[in-house]
């Protein structure tokens, strides 16, 4: 089944040499693993690959030196949902002084009521704040490569069509709620709720960063709805509200290797000229600019969430603000 179109790519001929480039890509599974396959064939300088299982890392390099031995990858062991985990990771694993594509890719979905080890809403923590601590971390490494010969800084950030599910959210993102966790709904809806407000602020923390760091071109991207063990794992009522959504909107699933090529083609086979900063992109290079929900413009909703995000940051490491 073919993947919707926007723009024709293929990732083995479209993606330009990666000579000399550092890339780093949250989430070694799944879509994670297959945009490491496609850039590992382009020959970069480094790979970085970052998660929590240590076993299927060290899996998906050795296939990936079985097929081009002089891959350089390291994988960096964290814990997206452990603010102090990302700050030790990558201050420990990330030995270069540039970064070029930096694919914040991991997440989860549909989750019940639950805190983060730092006492955030689980979903929110993993899929924004523990990226958000990631992207601050890896900061000035992006900036260093902006100053190069040749410079194309990409920022990719994974969210989903599932954002429109904070509609059932008054304003879109709970900012009482995530912290204490007090109020969370316990309703059968509340776990898409939850998901749907932590993939707006993947969109807005996107806008956002583009607006701060205009020398970095940073996106939003849907890969797709894509046959992932991630939605195998849904069960029940989870899975029938996932299944209806998609008949729905009339989607149909693609495979897991096209569930990276949007991912890719704003990373690395688009050039900076061919994308808007801050910009939400559908497969493939679909840019979207209509039929949004408003709060995806937001504009003083993105600031908030961006200053109530480093509030939290600053607590554990300092420096993201500018």
Same mark, same amino acid.
């Not at 919707?4 to 479209?14: I, K, Q, W």
């Not at 814990?79 to 700050?87: A, F, Q, R, T």
């Not at 992207?135 to 992006?142: A, D, E, M, N």
């Given at each position: ?54 076993? *299927?890392?060290?899996? $998906? ?18 814990? $997206? ?14 030995? =270069? ?26 979903? #929110?923590?993993?899929? =924004?704040?523990? =990226? ?6 890896? $900061?000035? @490494? ?20 599932? +954002?429109?599910? =904070? ?27 939850? +998901?749907?407000?932590?993939?707006? *602020? ?19 991207? @849907? ?11 849904? @069960? ?9 959504? #998609? ?7 693609? /495979? ?9 083609? #704003? ?22 600019? /209509? ?32």
């Amino acid at each position: 089944m073919a993947v919707e179109t926007g723009v024709f790519f293929d990732p083995a001929a479209d993606i330009p040499s990666s000579a000399g480039k550092v890339i780093l890509v949250t989430g070694g599974g799944r879509i994670g693993a297959e945009s490491v396959k496609a850039f590992a064939a382009h020959s970069p300088e480094h790979i970085y690959i970052s998660g929590r299982n240590s076993t *299927a890392a060290v899996s $998906l390099i050795a296939d990936i030196r079985s097929r081009y031995p002089a891959a350089a990858l390291t994988f960096i062991e964290l814990d $997206l949902s452990s603010l102090h985990s990302v700050v030790r990771g990558i201050k420990t694993g990330f030995k =270069h002084d540039r970064l070029d594509f930096l694919l914040l890719n991991a997440g989860i979905i549909a989750k019940p009521p639950a805190l983060s080890i730092d006492g955030y809403e689980i979903q #929110c923590a993993t899929n =924004h704040i523990g =990226h958000a601590m990631l992207t601050k971390q890896v $900061l000035p @490494h992006l900036l260093n490569a902006t100053k190069m010969p040749g410079a194309d800084v990409h920022v990719v950030i994974t969210t989903s069509e599932g +954002y429109e599910l =904070h509609r059932l959210i008054k304003g879109g993102i709970a900012f009482d709620e995530l912290q204490s966790g007090s109020t969370m709904s316990r309703t059968i809806l509340g776990p898409w709720a939850r +998901y749907g407000q932590s993939k707006l *602020a993947n969109i807005l923390f996107a806008l956002e960063l583009g607006r701060t760091y205009p020398e970095i071109m940073t996106v939003s991207v @849907h890969p797709g709805v894509v046959k992932t063990p991630m939605l195998d794992g849904l @069960h029940g009522f989870n899975k029938v509200f996932n299944d209806f959504g #998609c008949r729905l909107n009339g989607t149909i699933p693609v /495979e897991l290797h096209q569930g990276a090529w949007n991912q890719l083609w #704003c990373a690395a086979g688009a050039t900076r000229e061919e994308l808007v900063n801050g910009g939400f992109y559908k497969p493939v290079g679909v840019y979207c600019t /209509e039929k949004l929900t408003p709060l995806v413009k937001d504009k003083d909703l993105a600031k908030k969430l961006w200053y109530w995000t480093d509030e939290i940051l600053v607590k554990f490491d300092d420096g993201m603000s500018k």
